[in-house]
């Protein structure tokens, strides 16, 4: 195992299942914040607010601020604010999604945006869909936070942002650029967030589809851990493997 200078971590299945913590992934954290290593949580919902988030951690024992936090709302804002800081943004999502263009500076704008912004929404409607396809094809840009198609709960797995984004592509025919993961979009935001460098930096997930994708991507050496999504049988399906394969982050080995 070599040294790393920063961490990057996704959440659901590599530190919590849910709302319960995964002691191994908690240690993990606290020894990191102990050694002075710089670490990130990167998450590819866009729902929460950094704020929720960080309290969430923070009840698992976990050091954390809401500075700590990456979320594909964020990411979404930096990546719009970097083409446009004054954009008028058509955004569709949750309370994350609207705090995040709101504390960017965007106006929100529904005839002539620049932009529309799509992340997941539970209460999306006929309406929204139809104010985003007519922006879409007067010409706005077209951002969505995350491609994920599903999402699990207590029943199965229900329709994810990717599926919800899908229905504008349809009409339209345009694709959006998707900013979270397995897009290296958000890894490369979060690397200048920590201000470190793809060889010392190393993604750690439980999804090899989406974090360790990501990883790949962006050119990061990665570590899956066998807590949540992927098992050790269908990882060893995969044609590109991640660097680290282990049960758990107790089985992590830092260097002095």
């Known amino acids: 195992m070599k040294k790393y200078d920063a961490f990057l971590l996704d959440l659901d299945g590599t530190v919590y299942w849910g709302k319960e913590e995964i002691p191994e992934a908690v240690t993990f954290v606290k020894t990191l914040k102990s050694k002075g290593l710089p670490y990130l949580f990167v998450t590819n919902n866009s729902t929460r607010t950094k ?5 969430q951690l923070s009840g698992f024992g976990i050091p954390c601020t809401p500075d700590d936090v990456l979320t594909t709302s964020i990411a979404t804002a930096s990546y719009i604010k970097a083409r446009k800081p004054n954009a008028k943004v058509l955004y569709i999502g949750e309370q994350g999604l609207q705090q995040a263009m709101q504390s960017a500076g965007f106006t929100y704008e529904e005839e002539h945006p620049d932009f529309v912004a799509f992340g997941m929404d539970r209460q999306i409607t006929y309406e929204k869909y139809a104010k985003a396809c007519l922006a879409v094809r007067s010409g706005a840009a077209f951002v969505s936070t995350n491609p994920d198609v599903a999402l699990p709960n207590e029943h199965g797995l229900a329709p994810g942002n990717g599926a919800l984004t899908s229905v504008i592509t349809v009409s339209t025919g345009v694709k959006p650029v ?17 201000a470190t460098t793809k060889r010392r930096t190393l993604m750690i997930g439980d999804n090899y589809d989406t974090d360790i994708m990501a990883g790949i991507n962006a050119g990061l050496d990665t570590l899956i851990v066998h807590t ?29």
């Open 178 to 194: 998707f900013i979270g993961k397995p897009e290296p979009i958000i890894i490369d935001l979060a690397l200048e967030k920590l």
């Open 51 to 55: 704020e929720a988030v960080a309290d």
């Open 228 to 256: 949540g999504v992927t098992s050790a049988e269908v990882l060893k399906t995969k044609a590109v493997q991640p660097t680290y394969a282990l049960n758990s982050l107790s089985e992590w080995t830092f260097h002095e």
